[in-house]
């Protein structure tokens, strides 16, 4: 007979994994209740994978069903102590349902004070959700996929500038597209060169987290996922609204994650705050809230190619570090690669329309400019300065001096 000594335990919703290396014994509680019930999966395991021993519900509480399970497996292996296995796992699996984790005490080491840490530094962040949100066609998804296929390669020599810090498993969840347009964009990524290739596990999800959270653990379990790519909050939340309904799909939502026990790195929609200078996420204000580390993603159409889009990174919040500078990236298009490369970020050419007319005005107070001078100064090409300048004119805000100089009307802001 076999020694019993304590099995090694890990932890999913609704789900508890106890493992015996020494007796090649794994046994999964699953679909625990609190009136003791659960299912029960038994596998030998040993270098070649888990074999399927017996799997059977059982009333945990119950002394004659679990002596019962303890003679059934017997015919497997008389070797292993039955009887104490089972007993640990029922005493454990109630103790571990009924009062969930142990209470501890933090004393706080002044000598070792350590960062969270990122996986990809500033992005993203170790054990909290970091959201990048922007307009739509933005390239949001590509560019989370690209650190996803860093992340996973551990690679430092990315084209982006992007670097992993510390290599991990990762997957997606995905409520926007599906698999086969996943892989197109990956390939494409991987053929330019942008990410090196790498196995992307792939859940489709249709039900909200919350409601699909099981079949999710179990994804999140089979494949020892440490970062999940959501996409993206508003489905994956089940509301995207301001009101009631929307505050509480926030947090469930919030609360679905930390049970995942993963780093989520998460894809969400622009407010329609047209008249704001800052754009902020779409859906309940918790969810700006309960994220630690927010980005903005803007885009910019190249002036000359229509196959490049350049792209600003902007950090908008923050909880455990200062606001990183904008990070600027130019998206190269092909039919068969894309290709993402860093460049300098001149935030002006991202600016929204309000924020151009503003620093057009803060650029004329000390005089008249001509048109070459504040497309210069803008940082956006002559006919954006045009746009610019006749919105402003309309406006009342500004005079056309003839030979193309320009000057202010008057010197107030406008309301935007």
């Excluded at 409601?211 to 999140?220: A, G, H, L, Q, Y």
């Excluded at 494949?223 to 609204?241: F, H, T, V």
């Excluded at 650029?363 to 919105?391: P, W």
Aim: charged letters at 20%; aromatic letters at 8%.
């Amino acid at each position: 007979m076999l020694v019993f000594t304590s099995p090694e335990i890990s932890e999913s919703i609704g789900k508890i994994i106890f493992t015996w290396p020494a007796m090649e014994l794994k046994v999964i509680a699953d679909r625990i209740t609190d009136a003791g019930t659960a299912e029960l999966w038994f596998y030998n395991q040993n270098d070649s994978g888990d074999a399927l021993l017996h799997t059977t519900k059982a009333n945990l509480l119950s002394t004659s069903t679990m002596g019962q399970i303890g003679k059934r497996m017997g015919q497997h292996s008389e070797d292993i102590p039955w009887q104490q296995v089972l007993t640990y796992i029922s005493a454990h699996t109630m103790e571990l349902q009924r009062h969930g984790e142990s209470p501890l005490v933090i004393d706080p080491d002044l000598q070792n004070i350590a960062h969270p840490g990122f996986y990809v530094d500033p992005i993203v962040l170790k054990n909290s959700p970091s959201v990048i949100y922007g307009d739509k066609g933005v390239n949001k998804t590509t560019l989370c996929l690209t650190l996803l296929g860093i992340i996973a390669t551990n690679y430092s020599e990315s084209p982006t500038s992007l670097a992993c810090v510390e290599k991990a498993n990762v997957g997606l969840l995905d409520w926007e597209s599906n698999a086969e347009l996943t892989n197109y964009t990956l390939a494409r990524l991987i053929k330019g060169n942008t990410i090196p290739h790498f196995k992307l596990p792939y859940l489709q999800c249709r039900q909200n987290l919350a409601d699909d959270i099981e079949r999710v653990s179990n994804f999140v379990q089979h494949y020892s996922l440490q970062i999940i790519l959501l996409d993206s909050l508003g489905q994956a939340a089940g509301a995207d609204k301001f009101d009631t309904a929307g505050k509480n799909a926030a947090l469930k939502f919030f609360e679905c994650v930390r049970k995942l026990k993963i780093t989520p790195l998460i894809i969400a929609q622009n407010a329609k705050n047209e008249n704001e200078s800052k754009k902020t996420i779409y859906g309940s204000t918790y969810f700006t809230y309960y994220a630690r580390n927010i980005f903005e993603l803007k885009a910019k159409q190249d002036d000359l190619d229509d196959n490049i889009i350049h792209l600003a990174l902007l950090h908008q919040e923050s909880n455990y570090s200062k606001k990183s500078p904008a990070l600027g990236f130019s998206i190269a298009y092909s039919d068969t690669t894309i290709q993402i490369s860093s460049e300098p970020v001149s935030f002006s050419q991202f600016l929204e329309k309000a924020s151009q007319t503003k620093a057009l005005l803060e650029f004329l107070k000390d005089g008249a400019k001509s048109r070459q001078a504040i497309s210069q100064n803008l940082n956006v090409s002559v006919k954006q300065t045009d746009v610019i300048l006749n919105r402003a004119k309309k406006r009342s805000l500004i005079i056309n001096l003839g030979s193309g100089m320009w000057g202010l009307k008057t010197i107030e802001q406008p309301d935007a």
